[in-house]
């Protein structure tokens, strides 16, 4: 189990492990191993597609991938409930905590391709992709601007007296921002239920992590608002699912939030037009050796949850609703002019 | 009716509206056990407790992100800011979290952003500003400004019942200096509109807040002359009352443009240029503007009493509009 700095362990580096520790997951049933996989590769193969629509032209903006992230955005958002009121304000690596928490394909090309099938409509672009319907608040360019509302929603929560979690995200860039203190504060004095992943995937946009910060380890921050923190294998699925689901039961119980840094390497540059030469190519030789998607097949085959035949059969499955979604969301209108001075006021 | 000042006027509103609706919750700093440090909320935490009256963090980024968040979960939390002039700390927030979140959402953010604001006071600069004039120009915010108790009250009510975010301007000279009879009944005074303070044919003084109670006041003397200077009160920055400004302007084809805020950028900009693009014929002299100097405002009383408007400078602007 990993360490929580407010218990008063003692923190390691994160470990570069080979392995996915072949221990039962506590309420994980064979079908939510093969959902976990599901999310992955979904995630990829539909970042995959986008970078196919974005290099024929037919993305306006800019392409922001989560490769090497999978496992951190879809096994956090795995331990959430919808049913339970639970909210997720997911950031701009998180297509995977989109899908786990019930975004479909359609919507993600639909937004990328600035249709009006995407609930956003054409007036916000690629990842900041909100669906109050589904319960999911994107988010703004300003780094951590979305912690405090995220707070306050899971303030909304508790007051509410709901059994609700916010599950809220940030990068290693953004855990610099103003807002990270003065929301985490806030969150640990009021005792909201609210989850708080710090995604540090070693560069903001860049920047290394060096000239980022100067502390070990960011969880370490916990101490100082009186919440637990953990430091986890970003790139281990199963780990990010079990610790994410620790951190919200114990929001859903009332006492409070929880700070969880997950540990990965973003494998792709800032956006697409990032040629990516400032990261050394040893670290990502490196980092390519614990792939999230890979180690975690492999791990499913040894688990005989997994073989060549059923692999293929999700591959499948996968690439045939992504070229539906694609076809879906080409065949969605883009934005009426006219609608550019519309919404900007509720109820007018 | 009850007699009642600006002050207590906007804490009957908020206690109205706390009873009247379970889904308001103010938050802000000392607001609780301190009862505010205006005294605005005194009282309020022993009869609605600490969940529903929060003492929070000093953080004003968050105490606006927080109540933007509880917004969007269908509550209407009403933040105070101790002074405005700290509302910048939370500028983000609210020019690209609470006034763009509709747009690009479809989700609501039901929130109001009090607070005191304004000079005469010798608060220096960092106690004493306007800040209207940096949200004036942010689509999707509202921003109001009342004058008179009855018009603090059923503008405040009416920011709290509006789904959009509210940024409500309360003048702390006028808190304890003006009172007036305000109904027991429930009523608001609706967003946008401006209202006639003082009737006129001569010359219009486009205005609000605490320049009202100046123009008024300096009416009464030209009065006496024979002069009749309409006094137009906006209440509203965004949006404001285009019908009224014209109606006011094209009967009495002068204008003075007055406010607190600092000139170059101030609002009177803005009315100037759609009083010119919608009733350019109507004028018999050029527009004037009169408003505090482009500088901090200072605090010893003669550098801000050199800073800001005052009587002087309206009559002398007048004149020159009479005269031209």
């Not at chain 2, 929060?54 to 105070?80: H, Y």
């Not at chain 2, 009250?153 to 305000?182: M, Q, S, T």
């Not at chain 2, 302007?249 to 240029?273: Q, S, Y």
């Amino acid at each position: 189990m990993p360490k929580s700095s407010a218990e008063g362990g003692v923190l390691e580096a994160a470990p570069l492990k080979f392995e996915i520790e072949d221990r039962p997951y506590e309420g994980l049933k064979k079908d939510d191993y093969l959902k976990l996989l599901y999310y992955m590769k979904l995630t990829r193969a539909a970042e995959g597609r986008i970078v196919k629509l974005y290099r024929q032209g037919k993305v306006v903006g800019g392409v922001y991938l989560g490769t090497g992230m999978e496992a951190t955005a879809a096994g956090s958002a795995y331990a959430l409930d919808f049913n339970k009121g639970d909210v997720l304000f997911p950031l701009i690596r998180d297509l995977g905590a989109h899908f786990a928490f019930g975004q479909t394909p359609t919507v993600y090309f639909a937004q990328y391709l600035n249709r009006i099938g995407s609930p956003t409509k054409g007036k916000d672009g690629n990842i900041h992709l909100s669906d109050p319907s589904k319960r999911i608040v994107g988010m703004i360019s300003h780094l951590a601007a979305m912690i405090p509302p995220a707070v306050g929603w899971a303030l909304a929560l508790k007051m509410k007296g709901s059994q609700g979690v916010v599950m809220n995200y940030i990068g290693n860039g953004g855990a610099q921002v103003g807002d990270f203190h003065e929301g985490l504060n806030f969150a640990a004095v009021q005792k909201v239920p609210f989850v708080l992943i710090i995604e540090n995937n070693q560069y903001a946009y860049s920047t290394p992590n060096r000239l980022q910060y100067a502390c070990e380890r960011l969880s370490d921050r916990a101490i100082g608002y009186g919440i637990p923190g953990y430091c986890i294998d970003g790139t281990n699925v199963l780990e990010v699912y079990e610790t994410c689901c620790r951190a919200v039961e114990r929001a859903r119980a009332g006492e409070g939030p929880t700070l969880i840094e997950a540990v990965s390497m973003r494998m792709r540059g800032h956006s697409e037009h990032d040629d990516h030469k400032y990261v050394p190519k040893e670290l990502l030789e490196k980092w390519a050796k614990q792939d999230p998607i890979e180690r975690y097949q492999a791990y499913l085959f040894g688990k005989d949850l997994l073989n060549e035949g059923s692999l293929k059969q999700l591959d499948d499955r996968i690439n045939a609703e992504i070229e539906a979604a694609v076809e879906s969301a080409e065949a969605s209108p883009e934005p009426e002019p006219r609608t550019a001075a519309e919404g900007v006021y509720a109820n007018e | 009716m009850a007699v009642v000042t600006y002050i207590q006027a906007i804490t009957d509103a908020l206690h109205e509206e706390l009873k009247r609706d379970p889904s308001v919750f103010l938050l802000g700093e000392d607001i609780g056990q301190y009862g505010g440090a205006f005294r605005v909320t005194q009282g309020f935490l022993e009869e609605f407790g600490p969940q529903r009256i929060l003492d929070t963090p000093l953080s004003e980024s968050a105490i606006i992100g927080v109540a933007a968040g509880a917004a969007m979960a269908g509550f209407r939390p009403v933040a105070e800011m101790q002074f405005m002039d700290f509302i910048t700390v939370g500028f983000n927030q609210i020019v690209n979290v609470c006034a763009k979140m509709h747009y690009r959402s479809g989700l609501k953010v039901p929130m109001v952003i009090r607070g005191p604001s304004g000079g005469y006071v010798h608060g220096g600069p960092f106690h004493s500003q306007n800040p209207e004039g940096w949200f004036i120009r942010t689509p999707g915010l509202k921003v109001v400004a009342p004058s008179t108790p009855y018009d603090a009250k059923g503008l405040l009510k009416a920011a709290i019942r509006d789904d959009n975010p509210v940024l409500y301007f309360e003048h702390k000279f006028l808190y304890r200096r003006i009172k007036e009879e305000v109904p027991d009944e429930d009523y608001i005074v609706p967003i946008g509109k401006g209202e006639i303070k003082r009737p006129g044919k001569d010359v219009t003084v486009i205005t609000y807040a605490a320049m009202v109670h100046m123009a008024i006041e300096v009416a009464e003397e030209f009065a006496k002359e024979g002069v009749e200077i309409e006094v137009v009160d906006l209440r509203s920055l965004l949006p404001y009352d285009k019908e009224l400004i014209l109606d006011s302007v094209k009967r009495c084809n002068r204008v003075l443009l007055l406010h607190e805020d600092t000139i170059t950028g101030g609002p009177a900009g803005e009315w100037a240029a759609y009083i010119s693009e919608h009733a350019f014929e109507y004028l018999d002299a050029p527009l004037k503007r009169v408003a505090a100097l482009d500088a901090p405002i200072p605090y010893a009383p003669p550098l801000e009493e050199y800073f800001l408007p005052n009587k002087e400078k309206i009559q002398k602007a007048l004149r020159e509009l009479l005269d031209y």
